[in-house]
Antibody, heavy 125, light 107 residues
């Protein structure tokens, strides 16, 4: 059974960089059939996609966050990571990692079929 | 980005009721729509993809329909475990975007 687990600091100071890692178990991050993504949810609010990465390193980012986001992959550790720079209180959210199948016809990722449990990151001094 | 308008934002229903939630996309998205269920403190769970395909293990009382701009999630006979928040998501074009959610509460 595929499992995803987010890890990283739960508290980040304003203007600093938020760093999270997602560890995948029960399956290979190097599968050619999937992208791996980050989604966040501010407390009491809806879902926002941040970005996604393929095992080769190919990335898609949300244009609204693109200038501050870097997603990377470490296939040797079966992990992918998120860095979000210059954070403010508006970046306080539960951050989820998730898998999405690749649409082979359009070569784009699709819906999210497996999710991590999520980790709350609070931005505060 | 494609905007998804989900309605209603909340509804009250009783066990056994038939419940319908709708999503409208700001432009045509063919059938590139998914539905998720989220319970408090938990990650979203995929229910339906490609507008009407039930994810493995999801009860058959859940169904989806629609294409183009208008989509519907129906729960045919609401069970106690179905009280949750439901989200739709389009993956026709990037960035993928979500509806704002519908909270299904106990009447």
């Amino acid at each position: 059974q595929l499992q995803l687990q987010e890890s990283g600091p739960g508290l980040v100071k304003p203007s600093e960089t938020l760093s999270l890692t997602c560890t995948v178990s029960g399956g290979s991050i190097s599968s050619s059939s999937y992208y791996w993504g980050w989604i966040r949810q501010p407390p009491g609010k809806g879902l926002e996609w941040i970005g996604s990465i393929y095992y080769s390193g190919s990335t898609y980012y949300n244009p609204s966050l693109k200038s501050r986001v870097t997603i990377s992959v470490d296939t040797s550790k079966n992990q992918f990571s998120l860095k979000l720079s210059s954070v403010t209180a508006a970046d306080t959210a539960v951050y989820y990692c998730a898998r999405h199948p690749l649409d082979t016809a359009r070569e784009t990722p699709k819906y999210f079929d497996y999710w991590g449990q999520g980790t709350l990151v609070t931005v505060s001094s | 980005a494609i905007r998804i308008t989900q309605s209603p934002s909340s509804l009250s229903a009783s066990t056994g009721d038939r419940v319908t939630i709708t999503c409208r996309a700001s432009q045509g998205i063919s059938s590139y729509l998914a539905w998720y269920q989220q319970k408090p403190g938990k990650a979203p769970k995929l229910l339906i993809y490609a507008a009407s395909t039930l994810q493995s293990g999801v009860p058959s009382r859940f169904s989806g329909s629609g294409s183009g701009t208008d989509f519907t999630l129906t729960i045919s006979c609401l069970q106690s475990e179905d009280f949750a928040t439901y989200y739709c998501q389009q993956y026709y074009s990037y960035p993928p975007t979500f509806g704002q959610g519908t909270k299904v509460e106990i009447k």
